[in-house]
């Protein structure tokens, strides 16, 4: 899968520009605030249907413009496709896929598979539980796009629970009104569990394959272990019900699980380096590419932002060479001198133009 | 800009469900400008409507007098009860013309969040009347949805003891194609298959 070209009219700080990508590497290169990320944010706009950056899609529109545009020819399974993004304050964004217009951005996951990498996906590793859990469950629907019900589902049914906790504490209602939402929320819950649990089996393997190849040390380990098997959840929750009624909040569940990721049997948010940090992420993403290679027998495209900075020179050659391993990639940086070996293309970036040599 | 009357008129339309300022606006100059004796029909027939109509003293749908028309039916099968959410589940129902039992209306379905527990609900009537004996099964149809699935969940275990309890079966609409069925519907389709 490949994008080949873009077309971009009022976006960020692109007045009008466009760009072709090679079906190897592309390398984005420019100094801070030039527009590379934008660029980046504009490829997945057209694969993705929606900004990887911001959920208030305005801010995309150019100062001074009234909306923006971006159109991009791609090739996915086999098939040359054609999309279009555009959007004007105030009103929905309009996309078309093929020249027809599409009303769900799950059209553009079915047709294209994109993966990006941020700087802010650092979180995943740095930050709180709820993060990983929510990347995660991310992974788990693009893999499987009907688990998205799953996950609203035991969302809803989680604050009916608590709500009727709530309400049974302060007696407006009585212990067994909470039976319903036990049951709904075990049915929901054991779906997720499911789910990641399987997700994380098969990323294991490939994570620390990954990790290896990017030049991380030996014992790296993905694992989910919830605090809840799948076939217990409902027995944890009936056990738990009387300590949930004082504290009017529910203790157990998927949603407070957590996915522990290791190195060398250290724990990684805990114990890691920046780099060491920045690294694990990437191999997370890059597993989850080999995953959908796996699934559709055709690598997706990847969308890598300042992936460079906090690597040595070592680990920025390994990189390129896994990346370069799966299929079509498209990186920034801000220092030519940071790519290993020279891109099949080369962008170069300055105040809203793009330029290509050779 | 309107006469205080008139304002009041398209204060109390505006009121009603799926009717904005706008729509309210439309009716009341609607009914101003029709005959008088037009207008003042639909005030009867609303105040009609409030003094006669009332809930079935037995299933709590709606009825003229204590029975509503189901129950005071002596052909109806009085083995069966169909449990519904609203009054209005009952029509579509009653449309199909292969159900020949009885009904039981909720009120609402649970729903914590909005303060609605299963005291604010007809479900205690509906267990007396199933304890009374004579009732075979209880078909729940509920709406498909998180807070009509737990009511339906919620009542099924107050009645297992008593009568066979059966769900209204999800799946493919007829006709429909399933190229473009969606994920859930198809799988619960599948899950509820039949033997040919």
Redesign the interface.
Known sequence: MRIEHLRLRGFRCYAAAEATFAPGLTAVVGANGAGKTSLLEAVHFTLAGYSPRTSSETRCIRQGDAFFRLEARAVSGGQERSTTAALQAGEPRRLTLDAKPIRSVAAFAVAFECLVFLPERLAVVQRAPAIRRAYLDRAVVRAD??HA?ETA?YG??L???N??L??VRAG???A??L???D??LATHGSAIIEGRARLCAALAAPFAEVLRDLGGGPGAALRYAPRVGAAELAGALAERRSRDIERAVTGTGPHLDDIALAEGGRELRAFGSQGEQRTAVLALLLAEARLVTERLGEAPVLLLDDVFSELDADRRRRLIMVVRELGQAIVTTTEREHLPAPPDTLLTVRAGTVTMSV | MLPPAAERLVAELERLPGVGRRTAQRLAFHLLRVPESEALNLATAITVVRERIGFCQECFSLAEGDLCTTCADPRRDTTMICVVETPSDVIPIERTASYRGRYHVLGGALSPIDGVDPDDLRIAELVRRVERGGVDEVILATNPTMTGEATASFVAGLLRPHARVTRLASGLPVGADLEFADEVTLGRALAGRRDL
């Open positions: 796009p009907a019900r589902a809803r049914a604050a009916q629970r709500a009727a709530r309400r407006a209602a009585t067994a009104s039976d319903p939402w049951e709904r």
